[in-house]
Every structure is written in structure tokens, then in C-alpha cells.
């Protein structure tokens, strides 16, 4: 059974600051990782992809992989209110399907 | 990036009827797969729409619940068969353009009484 795990939170930062949101996994063949933002009612929106261990950067967003550690991790800087939504984790299953399995994702709420 | 329309995007339902939900993509795609999503969880996938064969589902899930046509490559529909209240959730729509790209439609709400 493939599992991802994530703090559901609610994880609260202050404008400005640095958001940390974690996720491990248990599928040590999993390639690479989507992180995913889902506002309130709304379809998940693909935000990070990343498939080598180390940093990669996109604007603001820092996406962190350590396959020894089976952790992703995922920055966000100078977190803005419009930041506030669950953040959901998503390796990609080994065996070249393309197919991601979720975490239960973690809410994160930017307060001004 | 792939643009995807889903209908309808919600319904009230009564119990033991079904609901054909609709998924178009604006481009021809290989894969496309339908999640559920329900009130406070994560995605489930419930199966993989195949253009020209059978859709390969998973665990916990079953054709004749969920019956699903590909009849092309833009173009998807599933069925949630016999409703009961705990079929109430977002049905999301997929697709899939290679281990960098999955793309949501906007979902359906479904909500059975």
C-alpha cells in the first residue's frame, strides 16, 4: 500500500514569512513529485513538479527532495493571504504509469 | 497546459438513480482518470479512461458502480450507478500528458439524498 503522509495542520504564518510544508512517502520507487494547491472548492492546481534530489526553485516556491529520506518538502517565500489553501503532495507511482498518489494535503493560512 | 470542462459541475441526486458525468479536454490526450473527493479528504483515483479499451480501475472500485466510455481522445464520461448518500463527493476529471503535466477539471459536486 502506497502511502504519503502530510500534517493536515492548519498551518499558520504570518504575512511575509516562510511557509514549510512536508510530506514523506512510503513507495521508495516513486520518480518524482507534484505538489498541488487546492483552494476552498476548487480543483487541485499543479504548482511544482520535481524529479531530482536537491532544491528547485520557481518564483517564490522551493521544492525540496530527499529520496534516501523519502521527504519532499515544499518553501513557499514571503507568504501573501492568497497563499491560504491545502497543499497536497503527490509522488508519482514507480513503474512508469504517470499515475500520482495524494497525501491528505496541508492547510496553510497566511494571516496579514 | 490543458484546458478541461467538466458537466455538470453539481447535482442533487435522489437515491438509487445514476449520473453521467461529462469530461472534454480541448486537446487529444492518452490518459485520462477520474478521482473523488470527498468532504475533507485527500484524491482517490477510481480509474484510468483508456481511448478503445476497457478503463482499468482501482482497487475498491468497480465497473458496474462506475461504468466509464472513452469513445475518443478528448472526450470522457463516468457513471456513478444506484446512488446512496455515500457516493456524495467531487468527481474530478484527469489527464495526463507525461510525468511532468496532470491537469484537473473543475469538478463535479455530486450530493445524494
Known amino acids: 500500500q502506497k502511502e504519503v503522509e502530510q500534517n493536515s495542520g492548519p498551518l499558520s504564518v504570518p504575512e511575509g514569512a516562510i511557509a514549510s510544508l512536508n510530506c514523506t512517502y512510503s513507495?521508495?520507487?516513486?520518480?518524482?513529485f507534484f505538489w498541488y494547491r487546492q483552494y476552498s472548492g476548487k480543483s487541485p492546481e499543479l504548482i511544482m513538479f520535481?524529479?531530482?534530489?536537491g532544491d528547485k526553485e520557481d518564483g517564490r516556491f522551493t521544492a525540496q527532495l530527499n529520496k534516501a529520506s523519502q521527504y519532499v518538502s515544499l518553501l513557499i517565500r514571503d507568504s501573501q493571504p492568497s497563499d491560504s489553501a491545502t497543499y497536497l503532495c503527490?509522488?508519482?507511482?514507480?513503474?512508469?504509469?504517470?499515475?500520482?498518489?495524494f497525501g491528505r494535503g496541508t492547510s496553510l493560512i497566511v494571516h496579514p | 497546459s490543458a484546458v478541461i470542462s467538466q458537466k455538470p459541475s453539481r447535482d442533487i441526486c435522489q437515491r438509487g438513480t445514476s449520473l453521467t458525468i461529462q469530461c472534454q479536454v480541448d486537446?487529444?490526450?492518452?490518459?485520462m482518470f477520474w478521482y473523488r473527493q470527498q468532504p475533507g479528504q485527500s484524491l482517490t483515483l477510481i480509474a484510468t479512461?483508456?481511448?478503445?479499451?476497457?478503463?482499468?480501475?482501482e482497487s475498491g472500485f468497480v465497473i458496474d458502480k462506475f461504468p466509464i466510455s472513452r469513445p475518443n481522445l478528448t472526450f470522457s464520461t463516468l457513471t456513478v450507478s444506484n446512488m446512496s448518500p455515500e457516493d456524495s463527493s467531487i468527481y474530478l476529471c484527469?489527464?495526463?500528458?507525461?510525468?511532468?503535466?496532470?491537469?484537473f477539471g473543475p469538478g463535479t459536486r455530486l450530493t445524494v439524498l
Open positions: 484527469s489527464v495526463g500528458a507525461g510525468a511532468d503535466e496532470q491537469f
Open positions: 513507495d521508495r520507487g516513486s520518480q518524482s
Open positions: 520535481i524529479y531530482s534530489n
Open positions: 503527490a509522488p508519482i507511482a514507480s513503474g512508469g504509469s504517470y499515475i500520482p498518489t
Open positions: 486537446s487529444q490526450v492518452t490518459m
Open positions: 479512461a483508456n481511448q478503445g479499451s476497457e478503463a482499468t480501475y
